[in-house]
Nanobody, 124 residues
């Protein structure tokens, strides 16, 4: 069983930055694609960003592209989400997830394990 633990959420004002971290318990972390998803109140969980096993390929939702950056440190079993120029509409619970296989994906159903989520609230 893979365990994923997110951290770094909080309450910030619009225009601020936050960096989320997600650390995996599994040693095979470095061979798997990783993703960040988010869920706002009353809405479906949606894709935000994904990264392949080596970190040289990334994918973003159009709503975050240019403001968010996903990266990973395989030596630390950790994936990051740097969020800049935050907007009130970025308010959500942010989840990291891992999929079986080295490639990235924006499809929620391709991810096998999920963290418990970390709350991000952006005030106007």
């Amino acid at each position: 069983q893979v365990q994923l633990v997110e951290s770094g959420g909080g309450l910030v004002q619009a225009g601020a930055s936050l960096r989320l971290s997600c650390t995996a318990s599994e040693r095979t972390f470095s061979t798997n694609g990783m993703g960040w998803f988010r869920q706002a109140p009353g809405k479906e969980r949606e894709f935000a960003a994904a990264i392949n096993w080596s970190g040289d390929r990334t994918k973003y939702a159009s709503s975050v592209e240019g403001r968010f950056t996903i990266s990973r440190d395989n030596a630390k079993n950790t994936v990051y989400l740097q969020m800049n120029s935050l907007k009130p509409e970025d308010t959500a619970i942010y989840y990291c997830a891992t999929r079986r296989g080295p490639l990235l994906s924006g499809r929620r159903d391709e991810y096998s394990y999920w963290g418990q989520g970390t709350q991000v609230t952006v005030s106007s």
